[in-house]
């Protein structure tokens, strides 16, 4: 880490899955305009390496590698290759996920632990993959992309049973990185403008969402950015919700009409 910056403000080299993702282009622009290196990291390599030259182009320094999340093989070969190419990782942002839409009767085993692979053995495995070097260096910070559709029942059983479980093994995790600079927090976000977001969900934003506004992925980036600093230390297996307060509260009217 560069000793130049002072204590909040270490230059970092951050991986971030999820990459070429909606999400994504709010996340590594803020985390690069901090100052940080970025490793981005998709399925979707060409994807991924737009994103990257775009990032580059607005003078960030970003690398983009190939993984599946889901495959050991894959994250151990990724690990190596991050190693040799950009050193060492000093912060993991696991925003890889899909949302399945399907409810109980669609769904079927394979189905359902597709999703559980995606969004919660995923982030597990990056984060076992590179838990010895952040333990190394006695400081590290993780954030995993979990969802409000962790924290309440929702429709799509497969990705609310994947974020909740996301989320709680965030919290689990502290115990495993105690007494170390290392923190692990979940961010929760509602609805954010990305491709994901279907056109029936964004049109109902007014009525659930009391700010009346989708969240812009530059939000959660902010965020993110604000976690990986010291100034966040004390900050550890929380689960940060960015929705607007959609989950505070529940509307029995449509404040349109009156
Ligand atoms: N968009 C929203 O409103 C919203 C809300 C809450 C949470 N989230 C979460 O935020 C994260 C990012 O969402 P997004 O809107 O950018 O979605 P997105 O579909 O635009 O991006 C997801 C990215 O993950 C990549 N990916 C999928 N499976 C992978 C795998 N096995 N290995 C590596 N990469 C893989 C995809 O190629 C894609 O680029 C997701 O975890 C999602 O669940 C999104």
């Not at 981005?40 to 991924?48: A, F, G, K, T, Y």
């Not at 599946?68 to 060492?88: H, I, M, N, S």
């Not at 989320?167 to 509602?190: A, E, H, K, Q, Y």
């Amino acid at each position: 880490m560069s000793e130049q910056n002072t204590a909040s403000q270490r230059s970092l080299n951050v991986l971030v899955t999820g990459a070429a993702g909606g999400m994504c282009r709010g996340i590594n622009k803020r985390l690069g305009n901090a100052g940080h290196t970025l490793v981005c990291v998709d399925l979707d390599l060409e994807r991924c390496q737009a994103a990257v030259d775009e990032l580059r182009g607005q003078g960030i320094t970003a690398h983009a590698f190939a993984a599946d999340v889901t495959r050991e093989d894959d994250v151990e070969r990724l690990r190596a290759a991050v190693k040799e190419t950009v050193g060492e990782v000093h912060a993991l942002v696991n925003a890889a996920g899909i949302l399945d839409r399907k409810m109980l009767l669609d769904h079927s085993v394979e189905s359902f632990s597709c999703a559980i692979d995606i969004n919660l053995v995923g982030p597990f495995a990056l984060i076992r993959a590179f838990a010895e070097d952040l333990l190394a260096a006695n400081w590290g910070r993780i954030v995993n992309v979990s969802s409000i559709a962790g924290t309440t029942g929702y429709p799509y059983p497969s990705y609310a049973a994947s974020k909740a479980g996301l989320s709680n093994l965030t919290r689990s995790l502290l115990v495993d990185f105690w007494g170390t600079g290392i923190t692990v927090n979940s961010v929760c976000p509602g609805v954010v403008d990305t491709p994901m977001v279907i056109q029936e969900v964004r049109d109902q934003v007014p009525n659930k969402v009391p700010t009346g506004k989708i969240v812009d992925p530059d939000e959660i980036g902010a965020l993110i950015a604000f976690l990986l600093t010291d100034d966040a230390r004390s900050i550890n297996g929380a689960d940060l919700v960015i929705d607007g307060g959609a989950t505070q509260v529940f509307r029995l009217f449509d404040p349109t009409q009156g």
